[in-house]
């Protein structure tokens, strides 16, 4: 990498495939980060390193191609979904740094393909598909605190410019979605709430300990994440980010009642960019 601009590590919540045909309030928001993070040259990211809730492997692993493009890794859904697109361009000079760079860490396969937890978010984010993207899969069974770990090997890849983006849910209980009636804008129901507004909290506190060990301290933890594979992707952005800054949540709605999408950036350029997207709204 030749730039020496830092860019703020992301977790966004991507939600149902559909938010790439009905983008809702975060999908919005995904447009004006968006904007924000290609409007100077400077700014702009070398690079997109990507991991997301539906891209896993049993160890860390670049997926590693030429062109990527998009997967339509769900069924039943409305049929213009599946004509949807986004080839970008990979990262192969990227991906041959990092694993030069941490061999005993990261894996490599020659694999073409974005999950929908990467290109639905990114077709807001850069719709022109102009900047290269690497995906990064993870092992589902990994601990917070080793996904940690990862993300902080990981962060000086961001101190000069590629941008570090996980994608999951701040909440994800599709039986909850399912008995909710699958109305898109349900009321939020209590316990969503309840552990958005903790995650949040602990967040903007940098209780770092209380966020690693979420599972026992968290309200409703085991019924907001049955299974925390949405939620681990943010331990990798938050690691890259540090531990001396905190972590701010600089978008937060809710679909079907409990699919919490909320956004968060991580590091030192967190705050600019938190400010940044407030201004932006005002202005809107």
Partial sequence: MTTATAIAPLFLSHGSPMTALEPGAAGLFMQALGRLLLKTAEARPQAILALSAHSLAQHPTLFVAQRQHAVHDFAGFDPALYQ??????????????LQASLPALLQAQAMAGLDHGIWAPLRYMVPQADVPVLPLGFSPRA?????????????PWAER?????????????LRRVFQGGS?????????SKAFRHWWAMQAAASNWPALLDYRRQAPHAIDMHPTDEHLLPWFVAAGAG???APALRIHESV??????MDAYAFGPQAPALAEALSITRQVR
């Avoid at 970008?88 to 000079?93: E, R």
């Avoid at 601990?143 to 962060?155: E, I, Q, Y």
């Avoid at 109305?183 to 316990?191: G, H, M, S």
């Avoid at 679909?255 to 919490?260: A, S």
């Fill in 84 to 97: 949807l697109h986004y080839d970008a361009p990979g990262a192969p000079g990227l991906a041959a740094e």
């Fill in 143 to 155: 601990s917070p605190a080793h996904l940690w770990a990862l993300g902080r090997a990981l962060a």
């Fill in 161 to 173: 410019g590629v941008q570090i983006l996980a994608s999951g849910s701040i909440t994800h209980n």
């Fill in 183 to 191: 109305a898109v804008d349900a009321p939020e129901i209590a316990e």
């Fill in 242 to 244: 540090g531990p001396a």
């Fill in 255 to 260: 679909t079907y009642g409990c699919l919490g």
